[in-house]
Each structure stands twice: as structure tokens, then as C-alpha cells.
């Protein structure tokens, strides 16, 4: 690299390390902007030498080695956590934020001048907004209830706990169970649980309920149909809210096997857009008229028994039932082959519409007329809103299953009208 090069990049990384300081100082100094000069610790232009004395150091750590470099980072954090302790002590005030944020620019500015800037300017950004929404950060801890906490520390813990350590791969002789795939559809039923209440109690009943869904079958309208009839059946929402919401759900999915459907062959999406877009408009249009209904809560005092985030009993049962249904549709389709496709469609769709679509528009790519496809993808968007209204039987409320069910069949209705004109 020439001469011109190396000091251009030099100069990038220290003015770097530099803005990340003054990013910071500007948020600390923006804090302390009443107290006097000479009477703020660190502000803005503390917090930016800081930034430039990081830089230099990691510069020079490719000169002397990281010996020195540890011995100024360590007189630094002496230094300024003693100053900060005196400040501390004259205010009254026991927060050490200031003292972890002077080690953080410090860290950064050193990481700017010898790692990824890009990835040392994002986590400047970072510190400074963590630092900028102090007030609003605790408002919402306020907010929150220990059982919120327990359940969101569950997801995670079997996300990035549980989740790596089981096989990637089939463990019986038919090549249908994968630990790891049906652990994660434990998580996909926890999350749409878990999203649901965060959304209700975010956004309010009415609002929440929608967003909830739509964000949640976004990844599987089955998890959010579930989770709808569960909330029904235990009186958290109305049950004519709650079909409405999952027949808002069905829509989404009927979008997401129209774009699938397109990134494979325009063929068969040519062949599949009419009924779908008809099921998906009769879906949406039951929606809105069952939250018309007498059932349906016309304020949020319905909402009133809103109770756990994540019903670990529920979860469990209902993600048992899926991964059954999902082994027996992987044996299926290994049993029958290509040639069993409509049996594959019918079986698979009960729990993954995705994967049906996924399957066959591969298949379109090896010869399969795009009308065979389009009616194997059709029939696994039949078997999996079938399977979602026996599900909302099992789980949900009687009333909940009579609306759901009213308006699925509308919707396949419209959509077979379609297919057939």
C-alpha cells in the first residue's frame, strides 16, 4: 500500500476515534450543561481526548506491543475513576456511568485505530444513545413485571442456550426428526405468545391485537392462531377479536405463498394469485366484520384479564402437537416421493405452508407443469387453514371456533370460486 494511503488511513482512524469521544462528551456534557465551568468532570472535550488518547494508544500498541498499552489504559482508569469518585462524593450521587462510560470511548478509540471501524463507530452510536435514553430506559423498567422477565429470559435461554446444542440433523432412520428443527418450532409457538401480550400491552387491546398478528404471521400464522384461541378460551380477548385477528393472520400467510410462489416460477404464481388473492381479501374482509360483532369488545375493559406473557404448559403441548404433525408429514413425503406430491402437499401444509411452496417450486425447476405445482401449493394452503381451525377447535372457545371457522370457509370459498373460474 503506498505511503499516501497508510497516512490517509491513519488520519481516518484517529478522527474517528476522536468523533466517537465527542459523540459521547456532547450526551455527558449536554448532562452536566448547569453545573459551572471547571466543576463538570468530563464533558465535552474530556470525553473526546479521551477518544483521541485510545487511538494513539492502539496506534502505538503496534509499535512497543500491548505492554505499554495496558499500563496507559491502566493509569487511565485509575486516574479517572479517582477523579469521578471525588466528584461523586462532592454531588452526592452514586452512579458509575460516567466512569464505565470514560472506559468505554477509551476501549473504542483503541479499537478504531487497529480493528473494524464500522463496526467501532456502531458501537459509538450505542453508547451514546444508551447514555441519551436514561430516563426513558428506566420509565420503561418501570413498567415491567417479573413474570415479563422470566418469560422473555426463557426465550432466550432456549434460543442461545438450548437451541446450539441440539443436532442439526435427522436422528431416525427415515430422516424425519430434527431435534433442532423441532425445538424451534418450540420457540417459534413461545414467541408468538410472547409477542402477542407484549403487543397488547404496548400498543392497547384493539391496536395490539393487529400488529401482534401481523407481525407474528409474518413467521407462522399457525403459532398465532394458537396463541389467539388460547387468549380466547381464557378470556383475555373477546373471541370475536380473536378471530378476527387470526383471520388478519391467514391473510398474511395467503401474501407470504404468493411472493414464495414468485421467486420460483411467474408461471405458477400466474396460476395461484387468483384464489389466493381472493381468500386473502374474503379473510381481511371477515376481519373487519367481526369486529363488528356483539362478541367483539367496543372498549378495552374486555382486556381486562390479560394474565401471562407465556403459558409454558400451553407452549409445550401445542409445539408436542406440531412436531408430531410435522414428523408425520416428513414421513410422508419420504415415503411417497415425487410421485405422491398432492399426499405430500396435503400432509406437509397441515404445519408449514413454507415448505410446500419451498418444495414445489424447486420441483417447477426440474420439469413439474406450473399447473400441478400451483395445485399442490393450493392444496397445502387448504390443509393448513383445515388444520388451524381444528387446532382453534382444540384450544379456543366455542365462540372463538365459530367465527374462525365462519371465516375460513368464506375464504376458501372465494378462493376455490376463483381457482375454478
Known sequence: MPASDNLLDLFQR???????????GVERGWKQRKEAEGERVAGVRTFTLIGALGGVGGL???IAGPIP??????AFGFAFAMFQLRQAEEDGDNSVTSTVAGLLVFGLGAYAAIGNMVVASAAGVAVAAILAFKQS????LQTLAWKEIRSALLILAA????????????????????????????????VASFGGYIALRALGPKAGLIVGSLAGAIVSSTAVTLDLARRARAEEVPPADAASAASIASAVMLTRVGILSSAFSIAV???????????????????AVLRRLPDAAKDGSAYQKLQSPLDLFSVGRFALVLGALTIAANLASAWLGSSGLIAFAASAGLVDVDAVTLAVGNLTRSGLAAKTAAGAILIGVVA???FKVALGATAGSARFTLWFAAASAGALAAGLVAYLV
Request: glycine residues 6%; negative net charge; hydrophobic residues 65%.
Open 14 to 24: 484517529l478522527g474517528l476515534a476522536l468523533a466517537i469521544g465527542f459523540l459521547v
Open 60 to 62: 502505538s500498541m503496534a
Open 269 to 287: 404464481l400466474a396460476e395461484i394469485w387468483p384464489p389466493l388473492v381472493a381468500a386473502g381479501a374474503t379473510s381481511l374482509a371477515s376481519a
Open 159 to 190: 434460543t442461545f442456550i438450548a437451541l446450539p446444542l441440539l443436532p442439526d440433523q435427522t436422528v431416525d432412520p427415515w430422516g424425519a426428526v430434527n431435534p433442532r428443527s423441532l425445538w424451534l418450532l418450540t420457540i417459534l409457538v413461545a
Open 137 to 140: 430506559l428506566h420509565a420503561w
Open 384 to 386: 393448513n387453514t383445515l
Open 69 to 74: 498499552f495496558a499500563a496507559l489504559l491502566l
